[in-house]
């Protein structure tokens, strides 16, 4: 039982590492964050960070990166800005718990987090769910192997369950090309992506909204790629979702455009 895990062996905190206080005799399906009363109220300020391009909070606004935009993505939802160079902000410190701790009550709390604001995303630009699919970056091989675990895998499928929509597995990562993204120049990003990602699509996702989910956007390199080739393989449109995008993504490079589902029935081919 829950509670019996809960009273014998207390989790910590996921953002400064304190013991969390014993939550009682609740359910295991039952709201449990894995953030301390300090650490949760510092995650609610990050949430509410203005965007520089929308002036929205950051958890509110669907701004895409310069080359998500240029691949036609329909919308960018996250939670907060990634902080370069530390890992002492709230969401520095989840993202890598989930990324290299493999914290299961972590991904639970973020999907639970980004599943309203992808439900949004996809009311506001009235695209049902009947017509929706998920799907993730997938990490590289040797970074599985260290860390025992596809962070964006598991917040795909923890989505699948708070959103009820069907998760699949789409993209594929080459096992040759297992340099890391965050290691790279902007221009190595870029090829590497266009070398590192390929796309095999299920008949059931095809002329379907695809939703592409990671855990952090740099460049967004990764997904410009991936929207590309899911849309020549048979996507409807892809929309994306991360858990944080990073903080160089603040300050507006260019303008805009604003795209919905109702300017055409197809964004690709």
């Known amino acids: 039982m829950n509670w019996f895990g809960n009273l014998f062996f207390p989790g910590r905190c996921s953002g400064c590492g304190e013991l969390l206080s014993f939550k009682g005799f609740v359910k295991q399906d039952e709201d449990q964050t894995p953030l301390c009363a300090s650490c949760r109220t510092k995650w609610e300020d990050e949430k509410q960070e203005r965007c520089g391009f929308c002036n929205s909070p950051i958890s509110s606004c669907l701004c895409l ?55 949004a995303m996809l009311e506001q630009q009235g695209i049902p769910d009947s017509e929706t699919v998920l799907t993730y ?37 080459s096992p040759f090309h297992n340099k890391q993204q965050k290691r790279l120049s902007f221009p190595e990003r870029k090829k ?13 996702a095809e002329d379907k909204y695809v939703i592409l989910v990671d855990d952090l956007v740099t460049t967004g390199s990764g997904m410009a790629v991936c929207a590309k080739r899911l849309g020549k393989a048979g996507a409807r449109a892809v929309l994306c979702a991360a858990i944080a995008s990073d903080d160089a993504n603040r300050e507006p490079v260019a303008e805009q455009p604003h795209f919905t589902a109702a300017q055409g029935t ?4």
């Open 192 to 204: 590497n992506a266009q070398k590192a990602f390929s796309v095999r699509m299920d008949r059931r």
């Open 266 to 269: 197809r964004f690709f081919g």
């Open 137 to 173: 970056l997938p990490r590289g091989l040797f970074a599985r192997f260290e860390s025992g675990t596809d962070q964006a895998k598991a917040l795909c499928r923890a989505l699948s369950e708070e959103l009820q929509i069907p998760a699949m597995q789409l993209i594929r990562r």
């Open 65 to 119: 990166t310069d080359e998500m935009r240029r691949a036609g993505c329909l919308g960018f939802c996250k939670l907060s800005y990634y902080r370069h160079g530390t890992r002492e902000p709230v969401p520095n410190r989840l993202i890598f718990q989930i990324k290299d701790h493999r914290n299961r009550e972590a991904v639970r709390f973020l999907a639970g987090e980004l599943a309203p604001r992808i439900r």
